[in-house]
């Protein structure tokens, strides 16, 4: 089974530009989980050196020790996401390392989150063990990618000044929206390939995920009420799986590239 997991590779450090993540500690108003424990936050801040701190509820721990601790609150439970919040200009080197550590705990579900945008919940890939042991073989390699269809393939790609580029056409954040349902109208099977840079700002990481599935998301509703006249929303469980398989979210996230000086 091969599935569109496009790994990014675990980098060494998890400092960038000699801002380092230093031990974890509690905040008072870090509620990290829902009433229902469904939510577990990290929480990212950046103290007068520069640095970013690292806040997870039940006890200060380093960054080294963090994953062993979200672990023991998940406690096998898969349905628990974690909250990755931090400020808008956090660089997504933190970021990536942080989410290679949820996947090798196998914290698979995430839910990004900045002050003031509007957070965005996804599935990480299985570790490379994980899929092994479950027979799946992930996509990752650029080789990998190349072997498929070739008009099927786009790619979204954001440098450390959090410029965008779509394809080869250099474009506005704001324009991403527009140019992923104009594609994904016209190709339902689409993969698009999702780069930034170590340097790009969580924000810009964000903002883009975020207007990439909503983009898919109208598409969905347009093909919902042209083949059931209503919306997806409306839709019952048997129509929606079938729009769902019409209309997938293909997004696969390319390794980080690293800042260039």
């Not at 905040?27 to 806040?55: H, W």
């Not at 993969?191 to 969905?220: F, H, P, W």
Request: net charge negative.
């Amino acid at each position: 089974l091969r599935v569109l997991y496009i790994l990014p590779l675990v980098c060494g450090a998890l400092a960038l530009n000699a801002k380092t993540v230093t031990d974890c500690k509690v905040s008072e108003n870090s509620s990290v989980a829902a009433d229902d424990g469904s939510t577990i936050r990290v929480e990212l801040k950046k103290d007068s050196n520069g640095d970013y701190r690292c806040f997870v509820m039940n006890g200060s721990v380093t960054f080294d020790d963090m994953f062993d601790a979200i672990s023991t609150l998940i406690n096998g439970d898969k349905s628990i996401t974690v909250e990755i919040l931090a400020p808008s200009d956090c660089p997504c080197g933190v970021i990536e390392d942080i989410k290679q550590g949820l996947r090798g705990i196998s914290a698979l579900k995430v839910q990004y989150a900045v002050p003031d945008l509007e957070p965005v919940t996804r599935h990480l890939p299985p570790s490379k063990e994980a899929a092994e042991k479950a027979g799946v073989v992930l996509m990752d390699s650029w080789e990998e990618i190349e072997s498929l269809p070739k008009q099927n393939v786009h790619y979204v790609r954001i440098n450390q000044n959090d410029r965008v580029l779509f394809d080869t056409t250099p474009i506005n954040i704001e324009e991403l929206n527009g140019r992923v349902s104009d594609m994904v109208r016209n190709n339902h099977k689409y993969v698009i390939c999702y780069q930034v840079n170590r340097g790009t700002s969580y924000g810009a990481y964000v903002t883009a995920e975020k207007e990439m599935r909503d983009a898919v998301l109208l598409v969905r509703n347009e093909y919902a009420k042209s083949k059931y006249g209503k919306s997806f929303d409306d839709l019952n469980d048997e129509e929606q799986r079938t729009v769902l398989i019409e209309i997938p979210l293909n997004i696969s996230e390319i390794e980080a590239k690293q800042s260039s000086k």
